[in-house]
């Protein structure tokens, strides 16, 4: 399984920004889809989530109502966007994946199997 991230870059407050992350080597529909992302000096931690087959989707306090995931099965890609940006949301954004994590660990890093390398998403003040 392979995961590749896009889409960081430098944007000023309020700006936005859409990160993508292509699949391969997988049977996409079999795998939840998970962002995180770490700023220097702190944990990872969770973004949003989108689960495999019905798609729901679940996303952190701090960027619900700003960010979107969505994903494109057919083209095995899962798209975070990104709106109302804040400095605070400055770090490198990581997608992960795995095909048999419960909901409930949905927003556990520990719990996916599978990395992306991390896109950096710099928001200026």
């Known amino acids: 399984v392979q995961l590749q991230a896009s889409g960081g870059g430098l944007v000023q407050a309020g700006g936005f920004l859409r990160l993508s992350c292509a699949a391969s080597g997988v049977t996409f529909t079999r795998y939840s889809l998970g962002w995180f992302r770490q700023a220097p000096g702190k944990e990872r931690e969770f973004v949003a989530a989108?689960?495999?087959?019905?798609?729901?989707?679940y996303y952190a306090d701090s960027v619900k109502g700003r960010f979107t995931i969505s994903r494109d099965n057919a083209k095995n890609t899962v798209t975070l966007q990104m709106n109302s940006l804040k400095p605070e949301d400055t770090a490198a954004y990581y997608c992960a994946a795995d095909r048999s994590i419960i909901d409930s660990a949905l927003n556990n890093p520990e719990q996916y199997d599978y990395w992306g390398q991390g896109t950096l998403v710099t928001v200026s003040s």
């Open positions: 989108i689960k495999r087959y019905g798609g729901s989707t």
